[in-house]
């Protein structure tokens, strides 16, 4: 417990320096992202400055830095150049993200270990050399042409699943995209998990529970499964963060209104306060998943767990 | 709502899968539905839309906001299939001399919120959005009414938020003193900036901005929902010419236009206005009757920076405007649906003639080639700038250079791709040294709208020319359209002799919808989504 709080706490240095680091990268972006909200049009010079003042994109970088933090420690996140609460926008976008990560991370988790497992216990074996062949495939074909594809496939000619968009809600608007976000983390899924129960299959406790006359559904369930799902968790908890960071593509092609499409627009139309709402907290997801792995460990192998 | 039985299973199979989750969120779950298929739900459709900037019609000129507003706001004039002014929400706009102009309110008029049309609605979005301190995007298009400087100080505060040429004569009479004739007037009042806002409206602009109250034949249904849907219903207030013929248009919003092309060919969405050029054959074979391709008044064009003197010269303009294959180009790029131009203006605009430019818009390599000789050839890099907004741009400025290359001799050709957000700035603070791609949205049909903007004082080129400025300036005070339009094509003919800016293409506009709605009547101007109606099963 003392553990979790440390941790934690160590969270709010990264918390600053971040913020930090995200605003002077927006700032350093070349352009004037007043001028290019309006386009090929004429703007007159007096309409252009009242814009600036109000974003306070006169004044140098520290006092920029300064508003923007005095506004977060009054719950002000600031807002958008079209004037939307920064607030409300993380709130209506991430819970789409949320959803959809959530989805690709199940179907990683439950697909993955379970082709893993299949795998790992007839190695060699034809649905061994399935699961090899397949990975590979998943993992070298961009994200893009695998959303596409399935888009088409799946949501245009089949008619199994929505083409695009939320309408019909958590799952049904999510299986697609959840799928192909996840697909790439099911491959590594996959493959960590039948690597890391070949080996424990060979194992001397293994070998020792098997002299003892153990069933092999309590050998691979109970003892060499669990030992080997510690590489596969780390790698699910940080991927967590990874899909809801990774998904611009995803939510691009499947229109889903998240964060990533948000992050992407904004980078473009150099909304500081944006970028760095959604990053920041993009950080501390990553903090917090990471933290929950290493308490994980604990529960999976009692040898690393702390006092 | 009913699934599909291919839909059920997949759901099962995602049953098993899920199996463990629950409570997550959600929040998508509890979207209305349309009860489509019953016979009874309301008469609805969807349109396909990108995330507008604003809702507020004096802030915003996105051609996706105006989508919406249109169908919200009656403007005073608006612009027919024939590309002629005719009257909405004014009864007559007239004027003896050009420069003071006589507005008539139709009578009668009601906001959705019940608020009477006046000749002050008018007048007060007027000066809102003149007022600098506002800061809204289309101040620029009050710029030649009388007063307009006194809202607009070089610095500090104005000291009055109303311009002296607005006059509200009586409720239904609206006075408007410009600061100059200006025969092109009455077409610049179709011009979303031109419409009318309630009293309402002023209690809280940021609050009517997200939900704005109109004069239109629709009015917002719920609040817009960013980067998911804006709901319009009908208004039971609405009192013109237009009445709406269905009960509500959804807008759902796009991030992609291929996904939107997708969803209309799912049947998901029943109108898309942006059907990608490399989908057009396509989208023919698929949609028939339903898919229409029009012209429209968007047009590219490649800028010389005559600021840097080794652009100075016209005849290496010429050159390389010959030099350039443009059907070529449009055929690889565009998929032939874009058209050549020889025109600094789109076909749709009066006073349009389609060979303007002759010989110097034909491709001729041989006279090209002889042409660059004698404009002492260039030497050194030439760079070209476009920005990375579209894919499209870069292929066909790769084309440019490689017909360049081979036409011209010019061996040392670099790509500038400038972010789309830091391109404009490029431009305006004239820090390219090459040719660039320029672009350009019509606000309204009149050469004007082309000409004074893109070749007028200040313009990208950094080119002067006093008699195309006075050319302008007697076209705008002419007595009439018609009088005005020999004056703006000798305009257009000096800005053709010297291009310093060339003509490559005109867009062309896409739509297709689906089986379900009727009466799509869209043209250049308006989607006019008022007129479609919804089949009922």
């Known amino acids: 417990m003392r553990y979790a709080v440390q941790r934690l706490i160590q969270a709010v240095p990264v918390f600053v320096v971040t913020t930090f680091l995200i605003y002077t990268m927006v700032f350093a972006l070349p352009g004037d992202p007043i001028l290019a909200l309006a386009g090929d049009k004429p703007v007159p010079e007096q309409v252009l400055d009242v814009l600036r003042e109000r974003y306070h994109l006169?004044?140098?970088?520290?006092?920029?830095?300064?508003?923007?933090?005095?506004?977060?420690?009054?719950?002000?996140?600031?807002?958008?150049?079209?004037?939307?609460?920064?607030?409300?926008?993380?709130?209506?976008?991430?819970?789409?993200?949320?959803?959809?990560?959530?989805?690709?991370?199940?179907?990683?988790?439950?697909?993955?270990?379970?082709?893993?497992?299949?795998?790992?216990?007839?190695?060699?074996?034809?649905?061994?050399t399935a699961v090899l062949a397949g990975t590979t495939f998943v993992i070298a074909v961009p994200v893009f042409v695998v959303g596409y594809t399935a888009q088409i496939l799946f949501g245009l000619n089949l008619g199994l699943f929505p083409t695009a968009g939320t309408d019909e809600g958590w799952p049904v608007s999510y299986l697609l995209p959840g799928m192909v976000l996840g697909s790439f983390g099911l491959a590594y899924v996959a493959r960590l998990t039948r690597t890391s129960l070949v080996e424990n299959l060979r194992a001397d406790y293994v070998r020792t529970a098997t002299a003892k006359g153990l069933g092999r559904r309590r050998i691979v369930g109970l003892h060499a499964l669990r030992n080997s799902l510690i590489p596969v968790v780390t790698y699910l908890g940080i991927d967590f963060g990874n899909l809801m960071a990774g998904a611009v593509v995803t939510e691009g092609i499947f229109n889903?209104?998240?964060?990533?499409?948000?992050?992407?627009?904004?980078?473009?139309?150099?909304?500081?306060?944006?970028?760095?709402?959604?990053?920041?907290?993009?950080?501390?997801?990553?903090?917090?998943?990471?933290?929950?792995?290493?308490?994980?460990?604990?529960?999976?192998?009692?040898?690393?767990?702390?006092? | 709502m009913t699934l599909s039985r291919r839909r059920t299973a997949a759901l099962a199979v995602a049953a098993v899968i899920l199996g463990g989750v629950s409570g997550c969120g959600g929040s998508g779950g509890g979207q209305d539905k349309q009860g489509d298929g019953g016979g009874q739900g309301p008469s609805t459709f969807s349109v396909a839309l990108t995330e507008p900037d604003h809702l507020t019609p004096g802030n915003t000129s996105s051609s996706y906001s105006i989508k919406v507003l249109d169908t919200v706001f009656d403007t005073p004039v608006y612009i027919d299939a024939d590309g002629k002014p005719q009257m909405r929400a004014a009864e007559s706009v007239t004027s003896?001399?050009?420069?003071?102009?006589?507005?008539?309110?139709?009578?009668?008029?009601k906001f959705s919120n019940g608020e009477p049309v006046t000749a002050e609605s008018f007048a007060d979005a007027w000066n809102a959005t003149a007022y600098g301190p506002n800061g809204w995007t289309n101040n620029y298009y009050f710029e030649n009414i009388e007063g307009y400087d006194a809202l607009n100080p070089e610095s500090g505060t104005p000291s009055t938020d109303k311009m002296s040429g607005l006059n509200v004569v009586d409720p239904n009479t609206l006075k408007v003193a410009l600061t100059g004739p200006f025969s092109q007037f009455p077409i610049t009042l179709a011009y979303i900036a031109f419409a009318p806002m309630p009293k309402?409206?002023?209690?809280?602009?940021?609050?009517?901005?997200?939900?704005?109250?109109?004069?239109?034949?629709?009015?917002?249904?719920?609040?817009?929902?960013?980067?998911?849907?804006?709901?319009?219903?009908?208004?039971?207030?609405?009192?013109?010419?237009?009445?709406?013929?269905?009960?509500?248009?959804?807008?759902?919003?796009?991030?992609?236009?291929?996904?939107?092309?997708?969803?209309?060919?799912?049947?998901?969405?029943?109108?898309?206005?942006?059907?990608?050029?490399?989908?057009?054959?396509e989208a023919k074979k698929l949609f028939g009757d339903r898919f229409v391709a029009m012209a429209g008044g968007t047009m590219d064009y490649l800028g010389f920076p005559m600021f840097d003197k080794r652009f100075a010269n016209a005849d290496l303009h010429k050159a390389i405007s010959m030099a350039i294959d443009r059907q070529a180009i449009v055929d690889a790029v565009y998929n032939g649906a874009f058209k050549p131009m020889a025109s600094l203006v789109a076909p749709l605009v009066p006073g349009y003639r389609e060979d303007a430019c002759g010989e110097t818009c034909t491709y001729d390599p041989a006279k090209a080639k002889q042409l660059f000789d004698q404009a002492g050839g260039f030497s050194g890099t030439l760079n070209l700038y476009f920005s990375n907004a579209d894919p499209s741009y870069e292929q066909w400025m790769t084309a440019v250079a490689n017909q360049l290359k081979q036409n011209l001799?010019?061996?040392?050709?670099?790509?500038?791709?400038?972010?789309?957000?830091?391109?404009?700035?490029?431009?305006?603070?004239?820090k390219e040294d090459g040719p660039y791609r320029q672009n350009w949205v019509m606000d309204y049909p009149s050469p004007q709208n082309y000409l004074e903007f893109m070749w007028g004082n200040n313009n990208k080129m950094g080119w002067e020319n006093k008699e195309f400025n006075d050319l302008i300036k007697q076209a705008n005070e002419a007595p009439s359209v018609e009088a005005s339009l020999p004056l703006y094509q000798k305009a257009e003919d000096l800005a053709l002799a010297e291009m310093p800016l060339i003509p490559l293409w005109n867009w062309q506009d896409q739509s297709g919808h689906s089986t379900r709605i009727d009466n799509v009547q869209i043209t250049p101007y308006s989607d006019n989504l008022d007129t479609i109606t919804v089949k009922q099963k």
């Open chain 1, 58 to 128: 006169n004044d140098p970088l520290l006092v920029q830095y300064g508003y923007y933090m005095l506004g977060v420690f009054r719950g002000d996140l600031g807002e958008t150049f079209t004037g939307q609460p920064v607030s409300e926008l993380l709130q209506d976008r991430w819970a789409v993200t949320a959803q959809l990560a959530v989805t690709a991370w199940i179907f990683e988790l439950v697909v993955g270990i379970g082709l893993g497992v299949l795998a790992g216990l007839r190695r060699g074996g034809a649905a061994d």
């Open chain 1, 256 to 307: 889903l209104p998240g964060i990533g499409q948000q992050v992407f627009q904004s980078i473009q139309l150099q909304e500081g306060p944006v970028v760095v709402g959604v990053v920041t907290l993009l950080v501390m997801i990553f903090i917090v998943a990471n933290l929950v792995v290493d308490l994980l460990y604990g529960v999976l192998d009692p040898r690393i767990r702390r006092a």
């Open chain 2, 96 to 109: 003896t001399d050009q420069k003071v102009w006589t507005i008539k309110i139709k009578p009668g008029q």
């Open chain 2, 200 to 281: 309402a409206a002023f209690k809280d602009l940021k609050a009517y901005d997200q939900a704005p109250i109109g004069n239109g034949p629709f009015m917002l249904d719920g609040a817009w929902q960013h980067n998911q849907k804006i709901a319009v219903k009908k208004s039971p207030e609405y009192a013109g010419d237009r009445k709406a013929q269905s009960d509500g248009v959804e807008f759902k919003i796009y991030a992609s236009r291929d996904t939107a092309y997708t969803d209309l060919r799912a049947d998901k969405v029943d109108l898309l206005t942006t059907i990608p050029p490399a989908s057009s054959s």
């Open chain 2, 409 to 430: 001799g010019i061996q040392d050709i670099k790509f500038r791709k400038i972010p789309a957000s830091d391109y404009l700035t490029t431009l305006r603070e004239h």
